[in-house]
């Protein structure tokens, strides 16, 4: 039986994540959910795994019943949706045998004793079952990632008569932190579970494996379907121009005023003038083969690539927080040393925006006033009005909401705890500032403000780098784009030579 | 100021100030109820019986802060009370017992830091560890004696003078307090403590040396349970082995029930100030009433859990290092 959902609606505040979305899902097919970050393709599994309620007026449909919401993940389990998400939940600590035990109960005698002869068994058949040429008695962490990703399917579906049960498989991301080559036996794997007649249901970033393994599509953008069909009708480039926000979503309005928070530091701005302030050569890292790249002052460069591309490193290496083996950062003329730390970064003159709020950006139980001026402390001490001013000028520059210094951080909404964050790193006054995708889970007008800082900070000579996953983005603010894959630079697009459009750097990045 | 602003409603006034209010009464219901509680002698009494717990909920406090718990600061205790009494015992001058007790408190410190930051070990593990070891050198120090003789007179002297019927422990002890409420609200250092307890990888991309700063806590942690250690020495004339320990608890309690006043959800050094006299006054007058001397415990535990019970949310979720 097919899977169908009607009509679903999810709202955040501030952010309508999905906008009455219909889509259908066929037996024995597997179907791909593509869009990119924040289209809404995570909402929607969230909603079928009952994780999200959806609004009134829904319908999702499965094994010819109608619900109007899947209550919470043990529904959706009773419903037969089986999930696989991109960190396998198995424990690294146990063997293969025990780590299926964890997720699919131990078998027991009466008293409770645990029958490991059963495990073992059941473990064996169930891996034999899967063609999976492991030993269950093998620890978890000496398999690799696509063996993982392998076990916790085979799990999550079981043998015989629970997979009679499976009424659909969602592999969400589960492909995302697999090598390319390895993924594709994993998804060899997915395959046979299609060809029971199972629909599968899987939301990727990575186009090539789409084209190579699916036989639906469906394109979300904005919270909308643009797309649903089969995949042999249509290419990737058209499928990246579906992927791509409408063109008037992004607005970059005129100078903000970033200089008034250097002064409120009591910093001069910016030297004036051109020239290269921050040239990497030759840069080596375990994930980094060899990039080099220059940015002058006011430019504002950005780099793309996909997960695995050395996208997630290069920033924290640029911000001192990161490790590298061999090459060469110069900041403005003077050499960096492979040893840097953050502290020293700083005083350089080279700040990172991280890109997760909640792990390396805010101090959730402090106030706004100690997050935004925590690189700062020392030039606010015994000055407390100074650092209030200082503060409430930030506050109206990226127009946070509401204006309270001492509320507690984790009180703020995401756009403007991340307005504040990126007023953070603009306090330390840096010659260049680095941001790791810096509008990640932020709504559209808080957005906004972010692009706003980051070009009135470029036209005061700032060299900018950001780190994005939206091309859109990058083609709005950057004026050259360098395109990261498999750890060296493959493309370099510029804006003068109408080489840098949302189309090429999608292209470039998901190809 | 607009960005001062604040919700001033109901509410809020009772989750910061409900336990002035817990404090207000507990002295209003005893003073009514025993006419020696309102006194100048009971109340100095009060204070002097809480200057020990006192220096050592300084000490946890800075421990507190930065996310961390220390298991051994009752060993800790135990061992430079003993470091005091035996070198005392064996002639040494005021000068050379005093820089003895608080190394041994800056090394005890730093060697639980170091554990924790440097080696990795998680900390309720290693300060575990320490203490035993140092339960272990307290005993081999002492010979399970109470070591009384040759106590410097400086010392007995400084701890048993007595101004205005209080003694100079509880002067030294406020004006401690003062110092470091201004350390820990108004400088720099303060507030990079409280970030490294907030997300400590957060700090460290802030450009924080937060390793430097986590052992430094808990060094500094070590030199004021040495003083809690040092009015010991001269209050009771003595060093006996046995005591030490039982601060661990009083000590932490204290700390913890801070976080249910004046900054709800931040352990804050008003809110030990209060929760000190408000568990002295307590005990006191319970006593003052013919309650056992066992019932202190009761009372400590009792009033912790009715606090957190009553405090909100964002209290509640407090870590517990």
């Known amino acids: ?511 | 100021m607009k960005s001062k602003l604040q919700n001033w409603n109901w509410k809020s006034l009772r989750n910061k100030y409900g336990l002035v209010i817990v404090f207000i009464a507990i002295v209003t219901f005893f003073s009514v109820l025993n006419a020696n509680f309102f006194t100048l002698n009971n109340w100095s009494r009060i204070l002097i019986g809480q200057a020990i717990i006192g220096s050592v909920a300084l000490g946890a406090i800075f421990i507190l802060i930065i996310g961390e718990f220390d298991m051994s600061l009752g060993y800790m205790t135990a061992l430079i009370l003993i470091v005091g009494g035996y070198l005392s015992e064996k002639g040494c001058g005021t000068a050379a017992v005093l820089l003895a007790m608080f190394g041994a408190g800056a090394l005890a410190g730093l060697v639980n830091g170091c554990l924790i930051v440097l080696l990795k070990i998680p900390n309720a593990v290693a300060t575990m560890g320490a203490g035993i070891c140092m339960y272990g050198l307290t005993l081999a120090m002492s010979g399970g004696r109470v070591l009384s003789l040759n106590i410097p007179k400086a010392i007995t002297a400084v701890c048993n003078y007595r101004i205005l019927n209080v003694s100079l422990p509880v002067y030294i002890l406020a004006i401690l307090m003062a110092v470091v409420y201004f350390l820990l609200e108004f400088t720099p250092f303060g507030k990079r403590l409280y970030a490294i307890g907030g997300n400590e990888r957060a700090a460290y991309l802030s450009g924080i040396n937060t390793n430097v700063y986590r052992i430094l806590a808990f060094v500094i942690a070590g030199m004021f349970v040495a003083l809690g250690a040092l009015f010991i020495l001269g209050q009771a004339r003595a060093a006996n082995p046995q005591r030490g320990p039982e601060y661990l608890m009083s000590a932490y309690a204290t700390v913890y029930l801070s976080v249910t006043v004046f900054r709800p959800g931040a352990f804050n050094l008003r809110g030990v100030a209060l929760s000190l006299i408000l568990l002295g006054a307590g005990f006191k007058g319970l006593s003052l009433v013919g309650l056992p001397y066992w019932f202190e415990n009761v009372f400590y535990g009792i009033i912790l859990a009715t606090a957190m019970l009553t405090a909100n949310k964002e209290t509640r979720a407090i870590k517990a290092g």
């Not at chain 1, 005698?109 to 891996?127: A, M, N």
């Not at chain 1, 697999?178 to 998804?187: C, D, N, V, Y």
């Not at chain 1, 970033?258 to 030759?282: H, M």
């Not at chain 1, 792990?359 to 925590?374: F, I, P, S």
Request: aromatic residues 6%; glycine residues 8%.
């Open chain 1, 1 to 511: 039986m097919p899977i169908q959902v009607k009509n679903i609606s999810v709202e955040f505040p501030g952010i309508r994540a999905l906008k009455g979305i219909d889509l259908e899902f066929q037996d024995g097919r597997m179907h791909a959910v593509l869009g990119a970050n924040g289209s809404g393709k995570s909402t929607l599994v969230k909603v079928m795994t009952g994780i999200y309620k959806p609004q009134l007026g829904a319908e999702i449909i499965i094994n010819g019943k109608k619900f109007p919401e899947i209550k919470d993940p043990n529904m959706a389990k009773k419903l037969g949706i089986r999930v696989v998400h991109q960190e396998a939940p198995l424990i690294n600590s146990l063997t293969i045998a025990e780590s299926i035990a964890v997720l699919h109960g131990y078998p027991k005698t009466r008293f409770g004793r645990i029958l490991w002869k059963d495990l073992q068994r059941y473990s064996g058949e169930l891996l034999k079952f899967w063609d999976i040429d492991l030993d269950s008695n093998m620890l978890v962490r000496q398999i690799s990632s696509s063996e993982r990703s392998m076990v916790a399917m085979a799990t999550a579906i079981g043998k015989d008569e629970e997979l009679s049960e499976t009424k659909a498989l969602i592999l969400d991301e589960a492909d995302a932190s697999i090598p390319e080559e390895e993924a594709r036996r994993f998804l060899a794997k997915a395959r046979k579970v299609a060809d029971l007649g199972i629909p599968v249901i899987m939301v990727t970033h990575r186009l090539k494996s789409v084209m190579e393994t699916c036989d639906d599509v469906s394109i979300l953008n904005d919270g909308n379907v643009v797309f649903t069909g089969p995949l042999s009708h249509i290419g990737p480039d058209f499928i990246v121009s579906k992927m791509l926000k409408s063109e008037h979503s992004i607005v970059v309005d005129d100078t903000i005023g970033v200089d008034n928070l250097w002064r409120a530091v009591g910093a001069a701005p910016p030297v004036e003038g051109s020239g290269t302030v921050l040239s990497v050569k030759d840069l080596k890292s375990s994930r980094l083969h060899g990039i080099s790249f220059s940015v002058e002052r006011g430019e504002v460069l950005g780099i793309a690539g996909i997960t695995d591309s050395g996208v997630t490193e290069l920033p924290h290496i640029l911000g001192g927080s990161g490790k590298w083996e061999s090459g060469q950062i110069v900041l403005d003329g003077e050499c960096l040393k492979p040893n840097i730390t953050p502290k020293q970064a700083i005083r350089k003159g080279i700040s990172l925006v991280p890109s997760d709020r909640f792990r390396q950006g805010g101090v959730m139980t402090r106030t706004l006033r100690e997050n935004m001026l925590l690189p700062n402390e020392e030039k606010f001490f015994l000055k407390p009005k100074k650092a209030y001013q200082a503060v409430d000028v930030a506050m109206q520059v990226l127009d946070v909401r509401p204006a309270y210094a001492d509320q507690q951080f984790g009180k703020f909404s995401g756009g403007n705890q991340q307005k504040a964050i990126v007023a953070k790193w603009l306090f330390t006054c840096p010659k260049v500032l680095v941001l790791d995708d810096p509008t990640y889970g932020v709504d559209p007008a808080a957005r906004m403000k972010i692009f706003a800082a980051i070009q009135d900070s470029a036209r005061n000579h700032v060299g900018i780098v950001v780190f994005s996953t939206e091309p859109e983005q990058l083609a709005t603010l950057c004026n050259r784009v360098i395109v990261l894959q498999k750890g060296v630079i493959t493309h370099e697009l510029k804006r003068e030579d109408g080489t840098l459009t949302r189309e090429s750097i999608a292209r470039w990045c998901y190809a």
